[in-house]
């Protein structure tokens, strides 16, 4: 596993108050001996006393152990978006439109090569969450999906070089956000949903985008019974379940708006374009409290996350952020997704909060990313067997980190 080599530094998540430390990479002696590449390719942000900056580096193992971003090379920005795929790393910042590819070298460092610009589509910033803004069709295809404005860009991530670009006018609207299923396509087939949000208030409205990967033609539906859809699962079957997040749980509990979407969750049967008209939950009625998000717990089952207001008084708590900020929230496990009615409290995976906790699998085990901001780090905790975690890589900072495999396209 790569070790730090220069100054420690602080991972943050944008949102967050981060602590000091250096962005700067550290040089590794030219005598070394060759390494293997790395295996997972790490993409975070890195707070110093200058300002913050994205970075990407690669580690070789996900066990027990603790990383710094001494070697991580930086890509700008205070957001930075990274994916890996075909033995290749891609990275990009907020503060503009390039795409930078990165190689290992015989050190097994990952190290710029060739960029693309994305300017020709209109884009000027890059900014469409950490992983799912890239999507790699092949060795030498890739789109690029804007959350803010529905812009679709192909290009050549072997050549580094811009095809074209399209939009999904219809999909325009107040503070949208378009985010693809990330367990990628079915039969050639995308799907996508949207949000949308108006003076930070998510509205009760959803859409649903089912995009044609043959010829980027693509099917429309809008469902109005539930709104801030923020995560998904894709159950043994192929059905497909959409949850809002945490800033919809908090809606009722910090009384805001007039009439405000509820926690809820939709579902898109397998092959189907359109929101199941007879599915709708509210998700509060999984765990009895405010409860968002939807995580991938393996086969039919999913994790949730409630908060419990008999642990933490939300008096104090004015706005949405500070409500997910809260360390209040709990993991519960719904068995059946499509057909349970509760779920069951985690007590061997506690939480500190809604906003940072994430499941992501990788070469078929489950990780949970857990912050811990009074200790200094991120823990990637293998939660595959939930009854007994493990404590995995430890990131220094307690800010979030993304985490995908070198050599498979996501």
């Known amino acids: 596993m790569h070790r730090e080599n220069g100054r420690r530094a602080c991972l943050t998540l944008i949102a967050l108050l981060g602590c000091g430390g250096s962005s ?23 707070v110093s006393p200058t300002g913050t900056t994205g970075l990407i580096y690669g ?13 991580g090379v930086e890509v700008g920005g205070m957001g930075p978006t990274c994916s890996s795929a075909f033995g290749a790393a ?3 910042t ?11 070298d015989e050190l097994g460092r990952l190290v710029p090569t060739d960029s693309v610009s994305f300017g020709p589509a209109g884009i000027s910033s890059i900014s469409s969450g950490r992983a799912g803004a890239f999507l790699f069709l092949s060795e030498t295809e890739a789109l690029y999906i804007d959350r803010r404005t529905g812009t679709f860009v192909r ?25 693809r299923v990330r367990q990628g396509a079915v039969d050639n087939h995308l799907l996508l949903f949207v949000r949308y949000q108006e003076d930070g208030i998510f509205l009760k409205r959803s859409i649903l985008v089912n995009l044609n990967l043959s010829d980027f033609t693509y099917t429309l539906d809008e469902d109005t019974r539930c709104g801030g859809l923020f995560s998904h699962v894709r159950t043994s ?13 908090s809606y009722d509990v910090l009384g805001i708006g007039d009439d405000p979407p509820a926690p809820c969750m939709l579902r898109v049967l397998p092959g189907e374009s359109e929101f199941d008209d007879s599915f709708f939950m509210e998700l509060n009625d999984l765990t009895g409290m405010p409860t968002g998000n939807l995580l991938p717990a393996g086969g039919d089952s999913a994790f949730v996350l409630a908060y419990d207001t008999t642990a933490v008084d939300p008096s104090g708590v004015f706005t949405p952020l500070q409500f997910a900020r809260e360390p209040s929230w709990r993991l519960f496990r719904v068995e059946d997704v499509g057909t349970s009615t509760s779920a069951t409290l985690v007590e061997s995976v506690p ?7 994430e499941v992501v699998s990788l070469e078929g085990r489950r990780y949970q990313l857990r912050a811990n901001e009074a200790e200094g780090r991120s823990t990637y905790v293998d939660i595959t067997d939930i009854d007994n975690p493990i404590d995995g ?7 979030p980190v993304s985490v995908t495999l070198l050599g498979e396209p996501r």
């Open 24 to 46: 700067a990479g550290g040089d590794a002696s030219t005598d070394a001996a060759p390494a293997a590449p790395p295996k997972f390719v790490v993409c975070a942000a890195s």
């Open 59 to 71: 580690i070789d193992s996900l066990a027990e152990g603790e990383v710094g971003l001494g070697e």
């Open 90 to 92: 891609f990275g990009a």
């Open 94 to 104: 907020s503060e503009g439109n390039i795409v930078q590819r990165f190689e290992p």
């Open 155 to 179: 290009w050549n991530p072997a050549a580094m070089t811009f095809t074209d670009s399209f939009r999904i006018e219809e999909i325009d609207g107040p503070g949208i956000s378009v985010v």
């Open 237 to 249: 079957d192929g059905t497909t379940y959409f949850a809002s997040g945490t800033f919809i749980a």
């Open 351 to 357: 939480l500190r909060t809604g906003l940072l906790s």
């Open 393 to 399: 890589v430890r990131f220094l900072g307690a800010g």
